[in-house]
Structures are given as C-alpha cells and as structure tokens.
C-alpha cells in the first residue's frame, strides 16, 4: 500500500467525519421540530403536500399502524412502477422509442427500487424511457431512502418515549425526510456534479462522427457512433446520498457521463456515508446523549477502516503470475504496483478498492470497477461487509437500525455475563426484544445460504453461470448476497436478466426489506411501552470503548460463524489455488 493510498483514505474518512456531525446535529433538529430557518424556507412546501394528500402530520401511530401504512405506501410503489415500465412505449418523453419492459425484469426492476436495492437486470440507456427514469426510478431513489429513514426514527422513539403507545407518524417521517434532507442535498450534489460534466438534458441520444472515415466496406461498420443521454445528474445525486445506487447506464458509476473527473468520484463517494454516517450522531442528539452516538459510530468505524485496508492492500498486490512472466509490474511514475484490470484509469486502484468497500459497507450498491476483476481477497471485503448485514454505516435508516438490533444482542450478551436484565438507554431488554433482533439477524443469512445452494444445483441456476469452478460459486454468493441485504451491486459473469435470478433475487430483495423491516417496528412498540430506568451501579455503560468493542466484536464474528463456510468455498479457496499455480 502506496503513501498516496493512505493518504487518500485518511482524507476522505476525515471529511466524512468533519461533514457527517453538522448534518446529523442538522437532522436531529428537523426530526425534534427545531429546524427553525429550514422550516421557514421549506415548510410551505412540507404544508402543500400535507394538504394535497389529506394528511395530518401531528396523529400518532402505534407501531401496527405505522408499519401497515408503510406497507400499504410501498405496495402502492411497486405497482405504479412495475404499470411505468410495461406502458412506457405509449408514455411521452421517450426519445429512444423505447418499448415495454418484458414482465420479468419490470417485476425485478420495481421489487428492485422500492427496495432501495436497485439491482439492475437490464441496461438503464437501452431498456428505460426518461420518463420512467424519473417519475418511476428516481422518485423511488427518494422514498425508498426515507422509508428507511422512517424506521430509525419509529425506533429511536421507542428508546425515548415511555409508557407509551404510539411510535409517530410515518406520512410525517416520510416528508420531512424527503423535504428536509435528501432534497436540499440533492439539488445541491446535482449542481456539482453538471460542473464537473455529468450529462443532465432531456434529449435522447447524441450522434458522434470519427474525424476519419473508416476505410471498409459500405455497410460494414457504421461511421457514426450514438451515445446516449438524459436526465443522468438528477438521477446520480440522490443514488448516492439515498444509497440507492442504481445507475442510468449500464457502467454505472465507471461511465464517464455519471462519473467523469476524480473530483466527481470522491464527492459521489464522499455522498453515499454521508447520511449513514449523519445518523449516528442524530440519533445520539435524539436521544439525549451524544456519546451513545459517536459509540455506535465508532464501532462501525472498527469494522470500516480494517475491510477498508484490507481491500486497498489486495488490490496493490499484483498477481503472482505476473512474477513468472517478464511483465513489468513494479511502482513507476506512470503506473502503480497492483492489477487495473477492471479498472477505470481517472481513478486508479485506490479510489476503486475504495469504493467497492464504500459502496457494500452502505446498502448502495453503484461501482465505479468492477468487482468481478478484482482479486480473490479484494473481492471477499465487499461481498462479506455486504454479509454482515449492510450495518457498518449501511444505508439511509437501514444501517442503522440494523446495527440496534446487534446492540441489542450484545446488551443481551452483557447482561448474561454480569447475572444482570440487560438495559439499553434505560429500557430493558427481554425476551420479546431478542427474538425480533435474532429475526432481523439470522432470516437475510437464511435466505443467501439457501438461495444459492438452490442456484447450484438447478440448471437454470448453472446456465447462467459464465465462470466456472470457485470463481462461479463467488458470482452466485454475491449476487443473493446483494439482493437479500439491498445493496445492488453485483459480480459480473452471472446472466442477472434470466428468469430464474430475475425472480429469485426479486424474492429475496422483498423478504430481505419488508421481513426484516416489521420485527424493528415490533420492537420500537415493545420499547415505547416500557418505562424508563434508572442508571445504577449495575447498569452496562453503553458509550465507553468496552462496549465499543464488544458490539463490534459481535457482529463480526455473528458474519464469521455464518458465512466463512461458504466463503471457504468461494473466494478463499480461489485466493489459494492463485498462490499455489
């Protein structure tokens, strides 16, 4: 690992702290009511969609409630994109012509996006109108991100409230969300990025002619080239800051129309922890004690920065068949130590590696490599942080959340070890609370594990494999591994558009969202109903570096135990077998 290596984590991870603690001081004023100035410049706009949809913001909800409204809300979603993709060949802004979205993968690409996964089975300029881009994918970008975002805040309220039977209201948490924070971030973060080149136009393709005609046949090779174009600005800033990840072109964020300059890709990448990140500090603000805040923020900084190095590292390390040839592959001024294969040559290997630990430690999913060339160990960091259950900062509200329920069970743990009932901001956990954490933790492995034996042993599950030995068991792995945790990204070599995967990953990316999503909301209302207790001489502090570790501790080895069987058999094994050939 380079100088220049580390010193371009260690300044995007001192920005992401120095960003992350105004805006989660930020976000806990808007979500306390205490936001005074940004509630005098968007409050009218929050009053106007209150109004238009008949809701009123201050009626409280008890958890069954909320979550039934949350349901209903992203049921809704899923039909009206799923009716977007199959009639867009008759709907106006569609200057490619583009036709219906075959059932399949319009059933994939809506499960997908409400999700807040965005796996992409199709190329986004080949397959999507503008218009569906953005009334149907980029709308979801927003509301699947404060859906998440919702569910932290229900959660929290739990923590906070006592005695009581409500958890507040979701239509609220949903607006604010989207009014207050990732609409001002995202007007912000689009405006940049059209500086630095990202495309934002309504028009449909451009025709670029080579200075030279090519000296072949008539007809045999086109002397034009058609590039496409759209609204792609708009649609990039809020996959990044919603962590969504979907990209308007099949390259994702490795095309030079999303992601042009190094400038662009460190702001992209500096966007999808942001509001992760924000939240730790948040929701110690919320809950009365700022250290409860930089705990959490700090145990996910441990898992963070190791997976962070480790992947780096891998990637400098130039393969050993290079040392029995005469290639030339040590450090130069034109060149680093280490593969590029797979790489974009404006980033580099640093910025590569590191994405691909940004984007899988976050549920967002978008690639600016690809991770299917990386190495064994390289890609073993991304597709196991993704195992982990997307909670080392993960996605907007997700993250988080799922991080509480590992606290949950390591307060359990504690309280276990010391002969104590374990308590957690003053609220005691019980039976109730640790079977809907276990839930949380154990179904999203369940449905990996079984979904890719079932994708090893059926035909169409091999069809689709183009690698075979470790390196295809890998691409399956990953693949379930991203649909079951909502990240989206993916190995390459797998046919994602074949309707076993179509359908498959589409299942899991439900069960993996919503089944996980009712038991933390079944918790939030089992909190809220308890009444808070007092700190004594027996109470587990929960904000020292004790339980730092201990939290952390838990979560990595919870993903050990489960997955480095599997693991073994795919890039562990293939990571050997590059050592001993």
Known sequence: MTPNAIIQCSVYFGLLILLSVPLGIYMARVFSGRALIAKRLLGPLERLIYRLTGVDPDAEMGWKTYTACLLFFNFFGFVLLYVLQRIQGIL????????????????????????????????????MSHLVQMTGLTVQNFVSAATGMAVLLALARGFTRKNSETVGNFWSDLVKTVVY????????????????????????????????????????????????VGPVASQVAIKQLGTNGGGFYNANSAHPFENPTPLSNFLEMLAILLIPAAQCFM????????????????????????????????????????????????????????????????FGITNSALWAVVTTAASNGSVNSMHDSFSPVGGLVPMWLMQLGEIVFGGVGSGLYGMLMFAIVAVFISGLMIGRTPEYFGKKIESFEMKMAMVVILVTPAMVLIGTAIACVLPAGLRAVMNPGPHGFSEILYAF??????????????????????????????????WLIIP???????????????????????????????LAGVVVIVGALTYVPALALGPIIEHLKMFNN
């Not at 630095?196 to 670029?208: D, L, M």
């Not at 008539?218 to 058609?226: F, K």
């Not at 993916?490 to 299942?507: M, W």
Request: glycine fraction near 8%.
């Open 92 to 127: 106006p802004l569609n200057p490619g012509l583009k036709t219906a979205v075959m059932p399949d993968i319009a059933f994939n690409t809506a499960v997908s996006f409400v999700t807040n996964t965005n796996w992409q089975a199709y190329s986004g300029e080949i397959v």
């Open 181 to 228: 924070v990732l609409l001002p971030l995202s007007i912000i973060l689009s405006l940049v990025l059209v500086s630095q080149g990202v495309v934002q136009t309504f028009k449909g393709a451009v025709i670029a002619k080579p200075l030279e005609s090519l000296n072949v046949p008539a007809g045999t090779v086109p002397n034009e080239q058609i590039i496409s």
């Open 283 to 346: 929701f110690g603000i919320l809950l009365g004690d700022r250290r409860q805040g930089w705990a959490l923020f700090t145990a996910m900084a441990i898992i963070f920065i190791p997976f962070t190095l480790t992947c780096v590292v891998a990637e400098h390390t130039p393969n050993p068949a290079l040392n029995q040839s005469e290639a030339n592959h040590a450090n130069g001024h034109l060149h680093h130590e280490g593969s590029m294969e797979g790489k974009e040559t404006r």
């Open 481 to 514: 591994s991203s649909g079951a945790n909502n990240n989206g990204s993916a190995f390459a070599g797998l046919d994602a558009a074949s309707p076993f995967y179509a359908v498959s990953i589409a299942t899991i990316m439900l069960v993996g969202r919503f």
């Open 520 to 550: 933390v909301m079944a918790a939030a209302g089992s909190l809220a109903k308890k009444k808070i207790v007092p700190v004594s001489s027996g109470t587990l502090p929960t904000h020292t570096p004790l339980f730092v570790i201990l």
